[in-house]
């Protein structure tokens, strides 16, 4: 009766075994179908994060490029007007015999659409007539600078 009992208890155990294994077997699969799903909506949520990230790259390097070559270009012209009207302007102010005195000190500088008259002069009229002549060299140049005269009259 013992043998019996035992073989029955082990056949019971065995047919719930095999049963828990199938729904042990059948939950794993869901499981495994579940977080299928899970890895895939968080891949396609990485996807979009990460497209995002780079088209705000891109437009950031885009608006940076931009800046560098507004200010290259800006660099450019100030080189163009130190290269090209700063030397036109020094030459029409020396050529002048009145200006050309070592009693007087005329610097000229080109940058940011503006030539500036600095140093010193003699007096009011030679610092008007300075101011007249860099313009003249200005207009000739065909350039649409701004003349600033910032000249001194020098007391003796």
């Given at each position: ?94 050529d002048d015999k009145e200006l050309n005195n070592t009693s007087n000190l005329i610097d000229v500088e ?26 003249k060299a200005i207009g000739a140049s065909g350039s649409k600078n701004v003349l600033i005269n910032e ?6």
């Amino acid at each position: 009766m013992k043998l019996q009992l035992a073989l029955s208890i082990a056949l019971l155990t065995m047919a719930f075994g095999a049963v828990g294994c199938k729904n042990t077997a059948e939950g794993a699969q869901q499981d495994a179908i579940k977080n299928t799903e899970v890895v895939q909506d968080a891949g396609e949520k990485a996807a979009t994060a990460t497209k995002k990230s780079a088209d705000e790259a891109a437009a950031a390097t885009q608006r940076t490029t931009d800046r560098a070559i507004s200010a290259t270009g800006k660099m450019g012209k100030n080189v163009g007007d130190a290269l090209g009207l700063t030397p036109q302007v020094k030459l029409a102010i020396t050529d002048d015999k009145e200006l050309n005195n070592t009693s007087n000190l005329i610097d000229v500088e080109s940058s940011n659409d503006t030539v500036t008259l600095k140093g010193y002069v003699l007096s009011e009229a030679m610092k008007q007539r300075a101011g007249r002549i860099a313009q003249k060299a200005i207009g000739a140049s065909g350039s649409k600078n701004v003349l600033i005269n910032e000249l001194k009259i020098k007391h003796k």
